[in-house]
């Protein structure tokens, strides 16, 4: 795969803004199609070695380019991988540098006024990421004490308001992206990882020491995962639904999902043993790109 180095945020922000509707024409006109990656939203989107990203996303993401080649004839389309994290990705995705974000980004009101969201793909909830010897199984024995999360993300704004509604009075720092925020609880520096469980998971079955840890506490406000596209561009919008919808009923979107889920995945061919929750199996048939509430 073809990788594109990550522009600094400062300049893709001064960057000239693309009009949403001309994805497709864009792509067509440069010849080039570039997608976002995760560097560590396992078992989504994620870098398994040096410079290829893997991941079920990056397959979904995968599956929709090749329908853009189809779509405006054009075979041989370059395709470039754009590294992202959670607070570069909707900059990113709006000014043109990247043209679709499938990683681990939740679909909700709040971002649907800067992008727009396809199929929902995922389903999950915040919890915690813990030392076992931690004593910490649930959210009031974080009371006065420091958590991390990765700055970005809605689990920021969830956990900031359980802290508010229960009075627990922890205090939250936050790591560029999930790795970072992992290594705040691996240094000491904080008690707990708030983060969506499935990415707790990953992190957990990919550590050195995967029986160090436990992914513990309620799973706080159910949210969807789903691609991003630039706003008002309902023509990509259709053909990305198409590619998502078209998996879902072909019983393709269920074998990928058993590939990253339910069997070994790269690099250390760990199984997350996590069988498909049943809000997606019900938008397997809904096809819903209904948001978080």
Same mark, same amino acid.
């Given at each position: ?111 649907? /006024? ?22 910490? /199984? ?156």
């Amino acid at each position: 795969m073809k990788m594109k180095t990550l522009v600094p945020l400062a300049l893709a922000l001064a960057a000239v803004g693309v009009s949403a509707q001309e994805t497709l024409k864009k792509v067509a006109d440069s010849n080039r199609m570039t997608l976002a990656y995760r560097e560590s939203s396992v078992p989504f989107s994620y870098l398994a070695g040096p410079g290829k990203p893997v991941g079920f996303s990056v397959e979904l993401s995968e599956a929709i380019a090749a329908e853009v080649k189809r779509a405006i004839n054009k075979p041989a389309l370059e395709i470039a991988w754009q590294s992202v994290t959670s607070q570069n990705r909707i900059p990113l995705l709006a000014n043109g540098t990247i043209d679709l974000e499938c990683g681990s980004t939740t679909n909700n009101s709040t971002r649907a /006024k800067d992008v727009t969201f396809a199929i929902n793909h995922f389903y999950t909830g915040t919890r915690l990421l813990v030392k076992k010897d931690s004593g910490i /199984k649930n959210y009031a024995d974080l009371k006065g004490k420091t958590i991390a999360t990765t700055a970005g993300t809605t689990n920021f704004q969830v956990l900031r308001k359980y802290n508010q509604d229960k009075g627990l009075g922890f205090e939250v720092l936050t790591g560029k992206d999930h790795d970072d925020s992992k290594l705040l609880v691996e240094s000491g520096r904080a008690v707990a990882f708030g983060m969506d469980d499935i990415l707790l998971f990953g992190l957990k079955a990919n550590d050195k020491n995967p029986a160090d840890w436990d992914v513990v506490g309620d799973s706080l406000q159910v949210e969807p995962y789903a691609c991003m596209l630039r706003k008002d561009d309902p023509q990509f919008k259709q053909l990305v639904d198409k590619v998502i919808g078209g998996m879902m009923k072909s019983g393709e979107f269920e074998k990928l999902y058993a590939k990253w889920f339910t069997s070994p995945i790269p690099p250390k061919n760990v199984n997350l043993q996590l069988p498909m929750a049943p809000e997606l199996k019900q938008n397997l048939k809904d096809m819903s790109d209904k948001p978080a509430t």
